[in-house]
């Protein structure tokens, strides 16, 4: 069993924190917060060609975090591979002992930086989890029998402030008839959206709560009113952040952040807590520190 | 319908660089519909051609025709005698029709004017959408009549991805979220429920290229299997 599996099982409120793999072969900045939050979070987060820009994979990523003493997180996006290729990464991953799966549509590649890519999406989130726990059950998709049964703990993705909601609702209740064992939310920094979000949920996976610390831009762009992201930042909130100078701006970020994983902690809003701080391990130190972590 | 634009004439003009004696050969169906490729524009290209080549003071004769539809042998056979007075081929059909034509016997090498997009709808004069991937699997019946293997860019088939933004999609915010309208018009009709059970992986295998249909009633013409 995960340890983030046996942390959402025992009520611990686990921290899953997200490290960047490098665009090359350097894991150094990759593996720092690893090596200086090891003990501190339950599990590292992996994204998979994050935002269609290319980068190292996941899979080598986390033997890198299992070979520096810590559990690591993958996510598989449906982006990048056909149902043959899914598959065996998924046997890659379970072969080093890698369970927690986070399992993504993925962006489109016009969003990234090899935007003549062919997109594959040979299946969905809904079926690539249908296919995990089929694995799980000693086939892959074709019907096939594997020797030897994978264990995943697996975790899709969820929009709090979609809009409009239904259709969210619907692709979450079937990714929860898939069988995901938990829920990683969009940001969120208005916590009422994430109350309301969690009663039309009901009983289910485990919702795991991102907080993030936002960049200069979307603090600017939210005072303006022009973010276009599928969380809000309220404009009082973007007011508070506001500063002439970045490093200012994400030191409030920080605080923000503190305040708000503190605040989904006290009042019980989430099982857990995704933190999303670019990767750096300083700032994640600071946000862990200040929220009593 | 089939959709097509025409290629950048620059292109088109430097694959006819070698060339004196040119037949363009339209097409009277989709690509006349859509402005490509009909007996107008085959006009239009032969003008620019032959103005292109009296810039450049060289000689050129150009010939034009236009057939009811270049994927039907049945139209095409008056172009073997056309052809014979030339040296090559421009043909403004779709990717078929220009392979029909250069498969045809006694034919001069065949070259394409127009790049094929897809298959599509005419929503308002020179303005065309796309509308179906040809999936071999039509589930438009329990999509509300929206399709989600064309419509959604990921060809998602069990709800939208995470990136909609106030029901226009990730991709182009342009469009719709195909999920976005799939749901609403659904919920309109009050028959969500068609879309709650989860849909299996696509069989692609029925996509294996190139495809081949015997109308049932031809079956045995062709040596098929009843
Ligand atoms: S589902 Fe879409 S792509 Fe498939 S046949 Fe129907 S309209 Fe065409
Ligand atoms: S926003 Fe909607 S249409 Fe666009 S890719 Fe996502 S699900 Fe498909």
Not at chain 1, 270 to 292: S, T
Not at chain 2, 163 to 174: A, F, I, S, T
Request: aromatic fraction near 4%.
């Amino acid at each position: 069993m995960s340890k983030l599996q046996e942390a959402l099982a025992g009520g611990k409120f686990p921290i899953v924190v997200e490290i960047k793999p490098p665009k090359g072969i350097d894991p150094e900045a990759m593996l720092a917060p690893v090596k200086s939050l090891n003990g501190r979070v339950t599990a590292f987060s992996i994204p998979d060609n994050e935002h269609a820009k290319m980068r190292l994979s996941p899979v080598a990523a986390a033997q890198l975090v299992k070979a520096a003493g810590a559990e690591p997180m993958i996510h598989l996006t449906c982006r990048d591979r056909n149902r043959l290729a899914l598959e065996s990464e998924l046997l890659g991953a379970a072969a080093l002992g890698v369970e927690n799966v986070l399992i993504v549509s993925g962006d489109f590649v016009n969003q990234g930086d090899h935007p003549d890519a062919k997109p594959v999406y040979d299946a969905d989130s809904v079926q690539l989890l249908q296919i995990a726990k089929g694995m799980m059950a000693g086939h892959d998709s074709a019907g096939n029998e594997l020797k030897g049964a994978p264990r995943f703990y697996l975790g899709a993705v969820a929009i709090p402030e979609a809009d409009p909601l239904g259709p969210q609702l619907l692709k979450v209740k079937k990714k929860t008839a898939a069988g995901v064992d938990f829920l990683i939310t969009a940001p969120v920094y208005d916590l009422t959206k994430l109350q309301e979000f969690r009663q039309k949920l009901g009983a289910g996976a485990a919702i795991i709560a991102t907080v993030k610390v936002p960049k200069a831009a979307e603090v600017e762009q939210a005072l303006q009113g022009k973010l276009r992201k599928v969380y809000t930042l309220p404009a009082s909130v973007a007011q508070e952040l506001k500063a002439d100078d970045p490093a200012e701006i994400e030191k409030k970020g920080a605080a923000l952040a503190a305040r708000l994983l503190k605040e989904i902690k006290a009042k019980n809003l989430a099982d857990g807590v995704y933190l999303k701080a670019r990767g750096k391990g300083e700032l994640m130190a600071a946000i862990l520190e200040q929220a009593g972590i | 319908m089939i959709i097509a634009e025409r290629k950048p004439f620059a292109e088109i003009k430097a694959a006819l660089e070698p060339y004196e004696k040119i037949l363009i050969v339209g097409c009277g169906t989709c690509v006349a519909v859509c402005l490509a490729g009909g007996e107008k524009e085959v006009g239009l290209l032969a003008s620019q051609i032959k103005l292109a080549r009296g810039q450049n003071g060289k000689p050129v004769k150009v010939g034009e025709i236009t057939v009811e539809r270049q994927c039907d042998r049945e139209f095409m056979q008056p172009l073997s005698d056309a052809v014979a007075d030339y040296e090559i081929v421009l043909s403004t059909a779709c990717g078929a029709g220009v392979q029909f034509l250069a498969a045809m016997p006694e034919m001069k090498p065949v070259i394409p004017a127009l790049n094929t997009t897809f298959i599509g709808v005419n929503e308002e004069a020179g303005f065309y959408t796309e509308r179906c991937r040809a999936c071999h699997n039509c589930y438009l019946g329990t999509t509300g009549g929206i399709c989600p293997v064309t419509m959604c860019p990921k060809g998602l088939l069990n709800g939208p991805c995470g990136g909609n933004l106030k029901g226009k999609c990730e991709v182009n915010p342009d469009n719709d979220c195909a999920w976005c309208a799939i749901y609403e018009r659904l919920d309109r009709q009050g028959r969500l429920d068609l879309i709650d059970p989860i849909l299996p992986l696509h069989p692609h295998a029925r996509t294996t290229t190139p495809g081949a249909i015997i109308h049932p009633a031809y079956k045995r013409r062709y040596g098929g299997h009843e």
